[in-house]
Nanobody, 129 residues
Framework: QVRLVESGGGLVQAGGSLRLSCIVS????????MGWFRQAPGREREFVAAFSWRDNATYYADSVKGRFVASRDNVKNTFYLQMNNLKPGDTATYYCAADAKTAYSGPDYLSRDYEYDYWGQGTQVTVAS
């Protein structure tokens, strides 16, 4: 079993920055991808970013490309989402997720939330205008 714990959310003014963290409860050696998703009230959960060890690549949603950066610290089993130039439309609960399957990868696969096996509890990000 893998436990994911997000932190770092909060209230920020438009144009500001936040860094989210996702701590994985055990070694990431058996995981194949990590993703960030978000869900705003009344809307479906949407893909934000993902890193794939299989592809050795990071993918981003068009809406955050150039503003958000996903990174990882393999020693600390921690993944980060640096969010810059935040906009009110970024307001949502942000979730990290882990994929433990080996057979698939690529941006289309990693953007689908149902492909992920483990999820954190979420952290709220509110961007005031």
């Amino acid at each position: 079993q893998v436990r994911l714990v997000e932190s770092g959310g909060g209230l920020v003014q438009a144009g500001g920055s936040l860094r989210l963290s996702c701590i994985v409860s055990r070694s990431t050696v058996s995981l194949y991808a990590m993703g960030w998703f978000r869900q705003a009230p009344g809307r479906e959960r949407e893909f934000v970013a993902a890193f794939s060890w299989r592809d050795n690549a990071t993918y981003y949603a068009d809406s955050v490309k150039g503003r958000f950066v996903a990174s990882r610290d393999n020693v600390k089993n921690t993944f980060y989402l640096q969010m810059n130039n935040l906009k009110p439309g970024d307001t949502a609960t942000y979730y990290c997720a882990a994929d433990a399957k080996t057979a698939y990868s690529g941006p289309d696969y990693l953007s689908r939330d149902y492909e992920y096996d483990y999820w954190g509890q979420g952290t709220q990000v509110t961007v005031a205008s």
